[in-house]
């Protein structure tokens, strides 16, 4: 990781999502390691500080960090602006001030922004990356970070032109790159409709692109994937299961999870003049687009044994409801697209297994409605599970 001889290493880490997952521990642990052993430590609420489940969201992500991470995080509350007690606001913007770790994830990256406008977040953020320590966004958060930040809810849901709001550009300050931030890259929720590009799709991304101006870019990360960056070093690091995109005019330069790229490398890759200059050349971006895009191709040709294949695939890496809730209606179309006479039962048995193994996972945490869920994924793919005095058992029904 990321470490220089002078003083505390400056670590800014930028997650798509996935923040508080099993695949971003390691991730975590390393950037807690680098900055030191008793680092005061902030969980900042402003992103969901409208949601009424506040209080909750912030004690799993306490939870989740004490108990999968080993580091106590304590929750600096900055819910509303103006805040409603100004001395108690006082105190927690100190506290802000001197940790030395600074988290934020989910929520709206429009709320967050309106929260802080003029307060003393963007400052502690800046002094944090400037004179040493992390700062780890993810989310709603992340799209805060660049020059210009994405209101995803009011174009996605509200149906509002797309149009970019001045982001607080820590980014920028950090690292010279004049950039906007784009998580849930490969998002696929949509199903039917292309929500990749944190909801946005194709269409209204490419509208946002043209309204930067000329020496900007987009930087994409992939769900349960992120970037860390060793401010002293330069050095670049992907980290999860997905990509990290630098895109321009619609041409996309990637580098993959496990792999390590530079500042310097980004900053030609966003520079319209100099693409061919980097290692990797940008590449057009992919047909396909998504696992789901993926598995719609290969069942509109009618090559089920890859759809199969596909399909296992995301089951054994779900880790969102939504990816779980998906798997049933695709197994259901694959098992109708079968032409020729064929044991589905056997065809279909890993998939089952892994589902049920999923489902088990979920009652022993006791999430009832992801147990539900992947239940009724199963039953409209015809496969009825039963629990017994002997285990579960399952077949497919006609």
Not at 80 to 106: K, R, V
């Amino acid at each position: 990781m990321f470490r220089h001889d002078r003083g505390m290493a400056r670590i800014l880490t930028i997650l798509g999502s996935g923040e508080t997952s099993p695949t971003m521990v390691t991730p975590h642990q390393r950037i807690f390691s680098s900055i030191g052993r008793d680092v005061r430590a902030v969980l900042l609420d402003s992103p969901y500080g409208f949601q009424e489940n506040a209080d909750e969201l912030t004690e799993r992500a306490q939870q989740y960090f004490r108990e999968s991470v080993g580091r106590e995080v304590n929750a600096v509350s900055f819910r509303s602006a103006p805040p409603h007690d100004l001395t108690d606001h006082a105190t927690q913007m100190a506290t802000l001030n001197a940790a030395e770790w600074i988290f934020a994830g989910p929520g709206s990256p429009t709320y967050a922004l309106r929260t802080w406008a003029g307060s003393a977040v963007p400052g502690a953020l800046n002094r944090r990356l400037r004179d040493g320590g992390a700062v780890t966004f993810a989310s709603a958060a992340a799209l805060t970070l660049g020059k210009f930040t994405i209101p995803v809810y009011e174009i996605y849901k509200v149906g509002q032109d797309p149009h970019w709001l001045e982001g607080l550009n820590v980014f920028g300050t950090a690292t010279g790159l004049n950039a906007a931030i784009v998580p849930h890259w490969n998002n696929a929720e949509g199903g039917t409709h292309d929500t990749r590009f944190c909801w946005l799709g194709e269409r209204r991304l490419v509208a946002l692109e043209s309204l930067l101006p000329d020496d900007a870019f987009i930087i994409g990360i992939d769900e349960h994937t992120g970037i860390v960056i060793g401010l002293d070093s330069g050095a670049v690091e992907i980290v999860g299961k997905g990509t990290f995109v630098v895109r321009k005019h619609g041409v996309e330069w990637i580098r993959h999870a496990g792999e390590t790229t530079s500042l310097d490398e980004i900053a030609t890759a966003g520079s319209a003049e100099q693409t061919q200059a980097v290692d990797q050349p940008l590449a057009a971006p992919s047909e396909s687009g998504s696992a789901a895009d993926e598995i719609r191709t290969a069942l509109d040709s009618g090559d089920t044994a890859t759809a199969l294949a596909l399909i296992a695939d995301v089951n054994r890496h779900a880790e969102t409801t939504s990816e779980r809730g998906e798997i049933g209606a695709w197994i259901a179309r694959a098992i109708s697209s079968l032409s020729a006479p064929v044991d589905v039962t056997a065809t279909v048995a890993p998939l089952v297994t892994l589902l049920l193994e999923l489902r088990a996972a979920a009652r022993a945490d006791k999430r009832w409605a992801d147990s539900d869920l992947i239940r009724d994924g199963l039953a409209a793919a015809r496969i009825e599970v039963r629990d017994t005095p002997d285990g579960v058992q399952w077949e497919v029904t006609s």
